[in-house]
């Protein structure tokens, strides 16, 4: 697998979709904004009386949701795997796709949850008691369950995260919610790509998006400049990994 193929790609991809037509883009920057920006306004808010309050608050939701669902919308056409970035027309059909994935990533993160409130909850619960009666070893097997909790939550979610990935792009081909649970077909297309090519290719790819994250948090601290830089940077994110991942998809054939 060309990997370094598989990047400059992602990075073109991406470059034309924000940079090629710049109502485009200004539009994605302008709905990462809203999705991510409303929720911390809450707190601005605060000061009004409750009738207003309340208005403001389930208008600051629905915009951060429904700007959410458009964005996850587009990525849902860009798994597609158009030859050109697709442009953000039917904003209804945009956000309708947008459930879809939404549907699809809580699914597949329900596993990673139970993990974490069983064993979760087992440990904070026997630290609560263990701290009543003081009880040392009692203490340190609550502090070992959740600690085992945390180390199989977390092998859970990469197992998951590498079925899920290529779930989502499996949805947005079929156009269907249930193709995307078709566990036995994605195992097939991952034993087709190769498994060690495949793996590889996640790690690039959680890589490159580590960097990324890293880099919108050192921005974050700059006054303007940071939020500036953090609405470019996360669409860029968005349409970077759904390309990648649409590209990865078809590096083999689709049982």
């Given at each position: 697998m060309d990997y370094g193929?598989?990047?400059?790609?992602?990075?073109?991809?991406?470059?034309?979709?924000?940079t090629g037509d710049l109502r485009r883009g200004a539009a994605l920057v302008i709905l990462y904004a809203?999705?991510?920006?409303?929720?911390?306004?809450?707190?601005l808010v605060i000061p009004f009386d409750r009738v207003l309050?309340?208005?403001?608050?389930?208008?600051?939701?629905?915009?951060?949701?429904?700007?959410a669902l458009v964005l996850n919308g587009y990525a849902y056409r860009v798994y597609r795997h158009p030859r050109t970035p697709p442009d953000l027309d039917d904003p209804v059909g945009l956000a309708l796709a947008g459930v879809r994935l939404l549907v699809v990533s809580v699914a597949y993160l329900l596993p990673v949850l139970a993990v974490l409130l069983i064993f979760g909850?087992?440990?904070?619960?026997?630290?609560?008691?263990?701290?009543q009666s003081q009880d040392m070893a009692a203490l340190l097997?609550?502090?070992?369950?959740?600690?085992?909790?945390?180390?199989?939550?977390?092998i859970v979610w990469v197992v998951v995260g590498m079925i899920s990935s290529l779930a989502l792009v499996r949805c947005a081909r079929r156009d269907g919610i249930r193709e995307a649970f078709n566990v036995s077909a994605i195992l097939e297309h991952i034993g087709r790509i190769g498994w060690v090519n495949y793996i590889v290719a996640?790690?690039?790819?959680?890589?490159?998006?580590?960097?990324?994250?890293?880099?919108?948090?050192i921005f974050s601290g700059l006054p303007v400049i940071g939020w500036v830089a953090g609405i470019v940077i996360g669409?860029?994110?968005?349409?970077?990994?759904?390309?990648?991942?649409s590209l990865v998809y078809d590096s083999a054939p689709a049982p």
């Open positions: 193929g598989l990047l400059t790609d992602s990075v073109e991809f991406t470059r034309a979709a924000l809203l999705a991510t920006s409303s929720l911390p306004a809450l707190p309050r309340f208005a403001a608050i389930a208008i600051l939701v629905a915009v951060s949701l429904v700007a909850g087992l440990g904070v619960t026997g630290i609560l008691a263990s701290g097997s609550a502090l070992a369950t959740l600690g085992f909790g945390v180390l199989l939550a977390l996640l790690f690039v790819l959680w890589i490159v998006l580590g960097i990324a994250y890293v880099a919108v948090g669409p860029a994110i968005l349409i970077f990994a759904a390309r990648y991942l």
